[in-house]
Structure formats: C-alpha cells, structure tokens
C-alpha cells in the first residue's frame, strides 16, 4: 500500500541553524500539508500546499518556515533559524485530486529537537 | 475558530469490552471528520472518513457516527482487543479551509 514516507526520523540542531526536513507524499496525490506536535499537544496545522503554491498557513507558519517542492517527488519544509520551541514531531500529510473531501494520509513523523 | 474536544481524555477498559470515543467541535460547517489512530512515537494512521453528509461510517470493528448540527462524533471499537491500546485522534476540516483542527485525543487502554 502506498505511503508518505519522512526522512530524516530523528533531527537534532542547534538554536539558530537551518533545518530541511524532507518527505515523499503517496505518488498521486496533489495536495500536500505539514503539521507539528509539540509533546503533549495538540497537533497543529503549518501549511497546505497545492499547484505549486501555499493554499493556506497557520499564524505558526511566518517568515522562518517556507516549503517547496523541489522536483515531482519531494515536498520538503525548512526552518531558517531555529528556535527552542521548534522543537516538537512534524507530520508530512498528502490526499488526492478531491481535496479536502479525500483523506490525508501522514508519515510517520520527524522528531525535531533544538538544543 | 474551531476548537474540537474530546472526551474522555484517558479510558482503561477490560479485553472484550465495547469502547465508545467522543467528539465534538464547536463550528458545525465542516467539510469532514477524520478519525486517527496514534500509537507512542509514531504517526498518526487514518481510520474512518466521515464526510458532511453522511451519518456514519464502518470499517471492520469501528463504526464512527457524525451529528454535524449539535457539533458531535462518536467512535465505537466493537469487542475491544489489547492491540487497539494507543491514541484515538479526531479532526475536522472546515468547509472553507484545506486544514484539519485536531482535538487532543483519547487514550485508550485495553487490559489482557
């Protein structure tokens, strides 16, 4: 069965360096999503992304976060200086051409830890 | 802004009984309502879509209903097994956004 998949699991930096987190969406899919967990939170909704472009972002998603799709695999976010509480689980989602009556699928996470 | 609640936050339950999960959200226009599983860890694994339209859903031993007017779902786990022992998240996606609000889950505990 298809996945989205998430490299890499485990990202340790330190505060105030860049990090590219990077995920490979279930190959047909069109719409393209990043949420965050801080640890023992709620998960929170970053950024929506379809044709090549932000649909939507969260007050959390400002100038230090940015996402791209650099090739026809890859949807990556990075964040530009990081800060303490960056850290938390961030989940890649993706769904099909209907949108949001299909439903997302998540890989299994990426634990970003900023010391 | 939608804030969706679930309750109970934790349930403890003996092998073989029936699980019942609550919802609600407090904007009824929604596009849909997702049902997750979270195990410690790990990501989040769809189990039931619920569109706006529609009642209820089942899959194998989950059955999942949706009252969008009074702002409720309930997820039913039929013959609870210690397998189904993890987070149960629901999420709804509004009618004019592309983003699911999440709740902050039930823990569930199923004892052998």
């Known amino acids: 069965e298809p996945e989205v998949t998430q490299t890499p699991s485990h990202q340790v930096t330190q505060m105030g360096q860049e990090v590219i987190l990077r995920c490979v969406p279930i190959?047909?899919?069109?719409?393209f999503y990043w949420y965050r967990q801080i640890l023992g939170q709620k998960v929170e909704f970053l950024v929506s992304?379809?044709?090549?472009?932000?649909?939507?972002k969260s007050e959390i998603f400002d100038d230090q976060f940015s996402v791209e799709r650099p090739d026809g695999s890859n949807f990556t976010l990075k964040i530009r200086s990081t800060k303490l509480e960056d850290s938390a689980m961030y989940f890649c989602?993706?769904?099909?051409?209907?949108?949001?009556?299909?439903?997302?699928?998540f890989g299994p996470g990426t634990r970003l830890t900023v010391l | 802004k939608q804030e969706v609640t679930q309750i109970p936050a934790a349930l403890s339950v003996p092998e073989g009984e029936n699980l019942v999960l609550n919802c609600s959200f407090t904007?009824?226009?929604?596009?849909?309502l997702q049902w997750f599983r979270q195990d410690p860890g790990k990501g989040l694994t769809s189990l039931l879509l619920i569109q706006s339209s529609q009642r209820e859903q089942t899959s194998g031993r989950l059955n999942a209903s949706l009252d969008k007017s009074s702002g409720r779902s309930t997820l039913y786990i039929a013959a609870s097994q210690p397998g189904d022992s993890a987070t149960y998240l629901c999420a709804v996606i509004g009618s004019n956004d592309y983003k699911l609000s999440f709740g902050a889950g039930t823990t569930v505990t199923v004892r052998a």
């Open positions: 992304f379809y044709n090549n472009e932000i649909s939507e």
């Open positions: 989602a993706s769904s099909g051409a209907g949108g949001p009556s299909d439903t997302q699928y």
């Open positions: 904007d009824s226009a929604i596009y849909n």
């Open positions: 190959s047909n899919h069109l719409y």
